[in-house]
């Protein structure tokens, strides 16, 4: 009987001994526990402008030309097919026989008095038939007395794009008119028959997508916000070294030497394209901080470390969310993102 005493005290003590060491450590030797705190975040993603005042999207009434500059009788004017609207005009080199030297046509619409204080984000959803750098596609507005400022002027491209302008920085006063041109404004000897301007859509908002595309190749491409996630997507001639992001410039307000940590879910569609994500600390400089490929289609967590690429600055530029294709492809290309995050790292 002693010795059967003596045995289970013995395998007790055998078992108690490495639980109550254990119990020690965690009580008084506990170890620091780190955890990444948020200090910014966007888990919304909108790719979207928020609250209209006007729209354009069907073209049926209200337009005119307002001028035209080097062109003859029957080839320029506008006409809408399936509501887009089609501007076209011929050029012909440089207009000698006009006080406007360059070439092209301009038309107008009168729009309901509005306050570019309240409402000053225009978008123009367009494309053209050519991406002949010659050529220029640009808006002007009119206060109600008639004074015109020009807008924004950008090169003509084969793919839809949208021009964004901050109507702010136009003028003061209040809009009553807007007019779309097209012309050779960035080379007044351009000859190259009848071109075409598509317009899908004009738009006046409160405010602008916090999330504008981007690529660096012609191809279809567009960003949208599916519930929380940001889906960014690229079709035909996905040529390897092809990007397309999203791009955020607004409301930036967290220190980025704080809150280094960026912690982001990313999901692919496939091998062949890479998420790639960018960090900008100024206007001409940016550093790539994720550049992955995942062979399946699940969500993955990425934890990144800014300092470890050199990033020690307090405030970003621009932070740019994006894939770039890795093998040439004649599919779809996706990449999704949500929950982003930057965060600052802490013990307890």
């Known amino acids: 009987m002693m010795q059967l005493r003596k045995f289970v005290l013995l395998m007790l003590l055998i078992i108690l001994t490495p639980a ?12 620091h526990r ?8 966007d888990d919304v993603f909108l790719t979207e402008p928020q609250e209209p005042i006007w729209i354009e ?14 062109q003859e009788e029957g080839d320029c004017g ?10 076209y005009a011929a050029f012909r080199g440089y207009n000698y026989g006009n006080g406007i030297d360059f070439s092209g046509i301009s038309i107008k619409k009168a729009i309901p008095n509005i306050d570019r204080q309240a409402y000053p984000c225009l978008r123009i959803e367009h494309k053209e038939n050519s991406s002949d750098s010659a050529l220029m596609f640009s808006f002007s507005i009119s206060d ?20 964004e302008c901050d109507l702010r920085k136009l003028y003061n006063g209040t809009i009553a008119k807007i007019s779309i041109q097209l012309t050779n404004g960035y080379d007044r000897y351009y ?15 409160k405010e602008n997508p916090t999330w504008t595309l981007t690529y660096n190749k012609p191809i279809e491409a567009n960003i949208s916000t599916e ?9 035909e001639n996905l040529t390897a070294g092809t990007i397309v992001s999203a791009q955020r410039f607004s409301n930036l307000t967290f220190n980025a030497i704080v809150a280094r940590y960026v912690n982001v879910s990313v999901k692919t569609s496939s091998i062949n394209v890479a998420a790639r994500i960018a960090i900008w600390t100024s206007p001409s400089q940016s550093v790539v901080v994720l550049l992955k490929t995942y062979n399946d289609f699940s969500w993955h967590i990425e934890i990144i470390d800014l300092l470890s690429f050199g990033i020690n600055v307090s405030r970003l530029y621009m932070i740019e969310l994006g ?9 779809q290309s996706i990449v999704w993102y949500r929950q982003l995050s930057f965060n600052q790292l802490e013990q307890s």
Do not use: C
């Not at 109550?20 to 170890?31: D, G, I, K, R």
């Open 227 to 235: 519930g929380d996630t940001l889906r960014i997507f690229g079709n």
């Open 144 to 163: 109600d007395k008639g004074h015109w400022s020009d807008g924004k002027q950008v090169h003509v491209s084969k793919s839809w794009s949208i021009l």
């Open 323 to 331: 894939w770039q294709q890795v093998y040439d492809s004649t599919d």
């Open 191 to 205: 000859a190259g028959e009848i071109q075409h301007a598509y317009i899908k859509s004009i738009g006046i908002y």
């Open 78 to 87: 506008f006409k809408v097919q399936e509501g887009v609207l089609d501007l």
């Open 20 to 31: 109550t060491y254990l119990w020690t450590l965690n009580m008084f030797f506990a170890p």
């Open 34 to 41: 780190i955890k990444l705190v948020p200090q910014w975040k």
């Open 57 to 70: 999207s069907n073209f049926t009434e209200g337009w005119s030309i307002n001028w035209q500059s080097g």
